[in-house]
């Protein structure tokens, strides 16, 4: 047990008067431990929906057994995704061929452009995966996603009316629980869970990472309203999925909101940081620090770990680390990295591949072209990225060489995959690059730096905050001499 806050104990008594709640927790101020002496302080039934199946296996360590902790697709997949079980983690099939399927065959004309079929499958898949994130009811001209080249209202309208009866027909297929012809996921047994109008049987809901939530995640939560009371956690300053088709819905909600804007992770210093970044993503908090813990700023010859922008930059410092002898963690783990440098092998020396996702795909051109523009296979950028910058031998044996983060000298990661968790000494990586100078110049001649993008800021923000003693700002040391770095006083810590 713990002596809780007064932010703490304001929370804990409007739990106990039953109200909606929208609870803002900044990075380190103790947001499953205020979660938790919430669940502890009643024998009420409650429902925690956490954000990924190893947020919800921690905390069911943490809760009550009063309490159940899913995540919101194990909940759908409980109460309706085990009659799909069959279509799940089917291969991956280049859209045109699902198109093909649907009975795109043939190029269509929207007013003076020719649309290819691979292009409009791509356009039809990406409208049904931009339903299943919506709360609509039914899939709509606006889930048809814009095309560059097509911006006038009437090339939209012409561009719906094509599309639509194909992705109508997509969704009547995913449907089916034996089988059929678009590869169905578990967003799509979500969303077909939330048209039934679920009833989730709890007396309260605890929604965690309330800044990352679906339209149709926030959807189910909200129509629990009428009988349980609900609580959303989260940090609207970390809200850094928008481009998943995520929304920040703690801002709009209904109820009272409150604060935990004092961290635990770190001092008075790190606090100050992180609060110009706070201040530039316009976020509805600033933090406080602990005294007693002196975290400081400055150079880092040996961090425990290393935060990159993006993929190919942690892989970049993944061999150059591996270069020196050390004993080098990729925060997720390499297996899917080797895998996949497995299958681009088999593919650029002219034979098929047997991975399960690319076992369709007969060259490695293909897949490249099937991760830069088909909706299905965006999240496979990244990695096809590392691929064609690095080599396969090289990712081969970089893979090779990982080891566990227990036996670490040094984690690398993505911010992104950060998020969440901390080290003592955290040194930034390079490749968070400044925003690119304006045509304008200051009074001494020197051009004006473009404003910094509220995304960008976000993510630095939780760069910054994973830190309990040490952090060397290395890639963000630009902040200091940006306009927008210097936040007045009424906003610090």
């Known amino acids: ?3 809780p806050t007064d932010e703490q104990t304001r929370a804990a008594d409007c739990f106990h008067a039953g109200d909606h709640m929208a609870l803002q927790a900044g990075a380190g101020t103790g947001k499953t431990s205020t979660l938790a002496l919430l669940a502890n302080s009643t024998t009420r039934r409650g429902r925690y929906i956490a954000y990924n199946r190893a947020i919800a296996r921690d905390a069911a360590t943490r809760f009550p057994s009063a309490v159940t902790c899913k995540t919101a697709h194990a909940l759908a997949y409980a109460a309706i995704g085990h009659h799909y079980a069959r279509r799940l983690d089917a291969p991956r099939r280049p859209a045109w061929k699902t198109g093909q399927d649907l009975g795109i065959t043939k190029p269509v004309r929207v007013e003076d452009h020719i649309l290819m079929p691979t292009t409009l499958s791509n356009t039809v898949l990406r409208a049904v995966t931009r339903f299943c994130h919506s709360a609509d009811l039914t899939i709509s001209d606006h889930h048809v996603p814009p095309l560059r080249g097509l911006d006038s209202p009437i090339a939209r309208t012409q561009l719906a009316a094509i599309a639509l009866p194909y992705a109508r027909k997509a969704w009547e297929d995913l449907q089916r629980e034996d089988d059929g012809v678009v590869r169905f996921d578990p967003d799509h047994f979500l969303k ?26 926030e959807h189910i939560f909200n129509s629990q309203r009428d009988h349980a009371q609900l609580v959303l956690v989260g940090d609207s300053a970390q809200a850094i999925y928008h481009w998943r088709g995520a929304k920040d819905v703690m801002t709009g909600f209904e109820g009272t909101h409150l604060t935990l804007s004092h961290s635990f992770r770190f001092g008075p210093h790190l606090a100050r940081e992180a609060n110009r970044w706070l201040a530039i993503a316009q976020a509805p908090i600033r933090l406080t620090g602990t005294d007693t813990m002196p975290t400081e700023l400055g150079p880092l010859a040996n961090p425990d770990a290393i935060l990159c922008r993006t993929n190919v930059g942690a892989m970049r410092h993944v061999m150059s680390h591996l270069a020196t002898g050390a004993q080098v963690a990729l925060l997720g783990g390499g297996d899917s990295l ?13 034979r098929r591949t047997s991975h399960p996702e690319l076992v ?44 566990t983060e227990a036996r670490a000298q040094i984690t ?30 200051d009074s001494q001649g020197r051009p004006i730096p473009g404003p910094i993008d509220g995304g960008e800021a976000r993510l630095a923000y939780v760069a910054v905050t994973r830190v309990r003693t040490r952090l060397d700002i290395g890639g963000l040391a630009w902040i200091d001499t940006h306009p927008d770095g210097h936040p007045g006083p009424e906003r610090r810590a």
């Not at 080797?338 to 002219?350: C, I, M, T, V």
């Not at 795909?361 to 293909?366: K, N, S, V």
């Not at 296979?377 to 910058?389: E, F, H, K, N």
């Open 1 to 3: 047990m713990f002596t």
């Open 192 to 217: 077909i869970w939330s048209l039934t109008n679920p009833r989730i049987p709890a007396d309260y809901l605890l929604l965690d990472e309330a800044q990352d939530t679906n339209p149709v995640v």
């Open 412 to 441: 690398i990661s993505t911010a992104h995959k950060a998020k969440g968790r901390e080290w003592a000494r955290v040194q930034v990586a390079d490749d968070f690059t400044p925003p690119k100078d304006t045509d304008k110049q």
């Open 360 to 403: 369709l795909f007969p060259t490695w051109e293909t897949v490249q072209d099937y991760a830069a523009y088909d909706p299905s296979g965006r999240d496979l950028q990244p990695l096809v990225d590392l691929i064609d910058t690095h080599g396969t031998d090289a990712i081969l044996t970089a893979v090779s060489r990982l080891t």
């Open 338 to 350: 080797r895998a996949l440098a497995l299958a681009a092998r088999d593919l650029k020396d002219g």
